[in-house]
């Protein structure tokens, strides 16, 4: 099925278009919204609401950019939107406990900078992993969710987000530092030593 | 090439990404910096790290509940007639199979029990009912029918 046979599909109601576009899309979407979201669960729940965006907003599709990266950014705009909130709620919890309404809750980042990455297994690596790009400015989360879980091109990146390739490489570049430097602390003395 | 520069240039080098000049600069300062070579283990583990991530799969039926919220949401707009008619068709024919079923179970249950073949005048008539119907109670004049009315 071609991009404009999908959208006349879609457009029509049709329910082999809804199935094409879910099969097509479903992975993307999920492992996009996974990083912002945080977890695999809540990005299978989200992807639900993404896709009846799409549906519901197909009219409003301009040819002027590829099918896919529209979906993209519905769903880059659809799970920052959801971080946001989550992230909304985890100021109001962490307000909570500093009141003393709620005990135990972990503020911040849970990596202690003593404890080796490699010490730790595939769980805790895991969460530490979306932590620390849940840490990551928004732009620089979107540049690198997308190229490195996306296998999207520089060129493709450019356009969903709307910025110029060598903004794009910087943003991934500097995500990428980043990310070593939350995850393995030491980083930060080895580069300025 | 010195450390400064091996570490300015560390994800290049990880990702395969230096010239080949710089490449084999790169690998023999790591011969000779244990520093360094420590550094690049660190990106190696996050690599990794990265590399593991990357080939997790949403759960399996994933697709299909994302399916089903679409057909509850768009169901009424998307149905073609011919289903519809199915989906009223159905309860209307099972009802009519389950009432023609009872008819059939009535009629031979009926024509099983011995009163029904005896019934030739009004008091076995009556008899009939009272055993058919489970009526004890009639009136005296339903027992001896006033004729001349
Ligand atoms: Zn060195």
Redesign the interface.
Known sequence: MTDPELIEGILRRDRNAFQYLVNQYQKPVIKTACYFVGSMEDAEDLSQEIFLEIIRSINSFKNNSSLSTWIYRITINKSLNMARKQQRHGIMLRVESLFGHRQGQKEGFSHEPSTCLSDLDEKEKRKLLHEAIGRLPENQRIAFVLCKFDDQSYKQIAEIMKIGLPAVESLIHRARLNLQKYLTPQFSEYKTS | MD?KHF?NNI?AYQEGLLSAEDLRLAENHLLSCK?CEK?LA??R??DE??H???T????PF??T???Q???N??SE??KPPVITLVRILQPVTLALALVCGILIGSYTARKDSPPAKQASNSTEKLEFLRANLFITDFADEDKNPVTNK
């Open positions: 450390c570490r994800f520093a550094i660190d990106v583990v996050v790290m990265i593991v991530e990357k997790l799969e949403p759960a994933t697709s509940r994302i399916l919220r679409i057909d949401e768009f707009t998307r």
